[in-house]
């Protein structure tokens, strides 16, 4: 059975750099095809899609907040770690990670429940 | 700010069809696999239609997807309460190098 599971602070001040985990069982990140992708959905709006990791290390960025977002794996944890800086109240969001299995537009076939974020001073 | 289009809301009867669409471009849709998501609130999304039109183990029949040019359509027949939720396209950008979403499309069962 495939699992991920979204771990990090709940509430969190302007400028804060945002560390959020995603551990996964059931597949592993070295697997050629696997990806761990984060996606983010503010109060009210739309799904956002931030950033990916694939099997081979290459990752790839939302365009608008490249400069803030990193992200990195430990494939000995199965796990998968997303960075944010300077962390701003319209980060406000349920932060979600998500797999692909597959080429990179083929569907997140399995996601975690999320953790909500909220950004207040 | 979504590159993929979709109407705000559809509505129909229990049983009835609705269809929503997803507009984009060649460098999203045109040239990408599309999947769609069934998103119930409080709950993570769920994949209903990947690779344009191939569902999940388990997803109903109901559900459908197809692609042409740069659109996309889902299609949900014999709607039910419990298909009352918000859905979302999603595609990769060739241009963009990411992932894309669509604004999101709320189906009320009348």
């Known amino acids: 059975q495939v699992t991920l599971r979204e771990s990090g602070p709940a509430l969190m001040k302007p400028t804060q750099t945002l560390t959020l985990t995603c551990s996964f069982s059931g597949f592993s990140l070295t697997s050629t095809g696997m990806c761990v992708n984060w996606i983010r959905q503010p109060p009210g709006k739309a799904l956002e899609w931030l950033a990916v990791i694939d099997w081979d290390d290459n990752e790839f960025y939302s365009p608008s907040l490249r400069t803030r977002l990193t992200i990195s794996k430990d494939t000995s944890k199965n796990q998968v770690v997303l960075t944010m800086t300077n962390m701003d109240p319209l980060d406000t969001a349920t932060y979600y990670c998500a797999r692909i299995r597959g080429q990179l537009d083929d569907g997140f076939d399995v996601w975690g429940q999320g953790t909500m974020v909220t950004v207040s001073s | 700010q979504s590159v993929l289009t979709q109407p705000p809301s559809v509505s129909a009867a229990p049983g009835q069809k609705v269809t929503i669409s997803c507009s984009g471009s060649?460098?999203?849709?045109?040239?990408?696999?599309v999947s769609w998501y069934q998103h119930l609130p409080g709950t993570a999304p769920k994949l209903l239609i990947s690779e344009n039109n191939k569902r999940p183990s388990g997803i109903p029949d109901r559900f459908s997807g197809s692609k042409s040019g740069t659109s996309a359509t889902l299609g949900i027949t014999g709607l039910q309460t419990g298909d009352e939720a918000d859905y979302y396209c999603g595609t990769w950008d060739n241009s963009l190098n990411a992932h894309v979403f669509g604004t999101g499309t709320k189906v009320a069962v009348l």
């Open positions: 060649s460098s999203n849709i045109g040239n990408n696999h």
